[in-house]
């Protein structure tokens, strides 16, 4: 049988992304397996992982806004941003009210720009920044667009902050953590992180790897399984008849009739169905009537 589908786990803490990936591909028979956005070994909450054919939206689901719960202890501050890390400074952080906290907050909503830990894997001539930290090369992680919709305080006592952020691709909590230090003085590391949500999928409906364990050992794993276009289903959906059903199976495009008062783009994206409700293809708008499939999900 060929999977297409999509598991919402919860990762553990001490185990990376890869070894969830790993422990899914050696059991559930296909060799097609990924994730959708990294969390540190430490870290845990919900990580997508796509088989099969799925795996080809895992660019959408990346894409997606995320959510954590993301806990900071002010007053240290380690080279890793949090604390795995060695401590590089510890400061008396016991006179920082929850008022400056909020104050200091302010800047890091919105659309701003962010430095990435340089102990991460982003890569610079193909080696990842944190490999070059490790050698002891000087490592700097230039600033790049982020955009944070949501930072709330849950609670706060000094020294320990709780925050609830919700943040588009791209955005680092522990670079939060680690500029939200340095504005107030003391300097801050993340001290734990819970990825509450990733688009769709929610922490509360993630199974934990001992249950999936147990699954896969019974058999009843597959109940777990969510659609893959379930990752786009904020997305505009067109219904083909037979001819651009056609059209897409043999990347062709198709016209769509445009729908009156809704502006489309070139560029723009949707999903497509058969008329019998089958999930087809994701299509690009080249003209407003025109479009063509950018990924297709069945065979002619």
């Not at 070894?19 to 028979?29: A, H, L, N, T």
């Not at 830990?117 to 992680?141: C, F, M, N, T």
Request: with cysteine.
């Amino acid at each position: 049988m060929t999977l297409s589908a999509i598991l919402n786990v919860n990762k553990p803490p001490d185990w990376t992304s890869f070894d969830v990936v790993r422990f899914i591909r050696g059991r559930c028979g296909e060799k097609r397996v990924g994730h959708a956005g990294t969390l540190d070994p430490a870290a845990t909450g919900v990580l997508p992982i796509l088989i099969g054919q799925a795996t080809r939206l895992t660019e959408y689901l990346v894409d997606t806004t995320k959510e954590y719960v993301a806990d900071i202890e002010l007053g240290v501050v380690t080279d890793t941003y949090d604390a795995q890390g060695e401590v590089v400074s510890r400061a008396d952080a016991s006179e920082i009210t929850e008022a400056a906290v909020r104050d200091a907050l302010a800047v890091f909503r919105g659309d701003i720009m962010q430095a990435p830990p340089i102990y991460s894997a982003i890569k610079r001539q193909g080696v990842p920044l944190y490999k070059r930290a490790r050698r002891g090369e000087d490592v700097r992680a230039e600033p790049r667009p982020v955009r944070v919709y949501q930072l709330d305080i849950i609670s706060y006592t000094a020294p320990n902050l709780r925050l609830r952020i919700i943040c588009g691709k791209g955005f680092y909590v522990r670079s939060l953590a680690h500029d939200l230090g340095a504005a107030l003085g003391v300097g801050g590391s993340l001290s734990g992180l819970v990825r509450s949500r990733v688009g769709a999928f929610r922490v509360e409906d993630a199974v934990d790897i001992d249950t999936l364990r147990a699954e896969f050992e019974d058999g009843t794993w597959p109940e777990r399984l969510v659609a893959p276009d379930e990752v786009l289903l904020t997305w505009r959906a067109a219904i083909l008849g037979e001819d651009a059903t056609q059209d897409l199976l043999h990347g062709r495009e198709t016209a769509l009739r445009p729908v009156t008062g809704v502006y489309i783009a070139p560029g723009d994206l949707c999903r497509a169905y058969s008329d019998a409700g089958d999930f087809l293809a994701v299509l690009r708008c080249e003209q407003p009537d025109r479009w063509r499939p950018e990924k297709v999900f069945v065979r002619p």
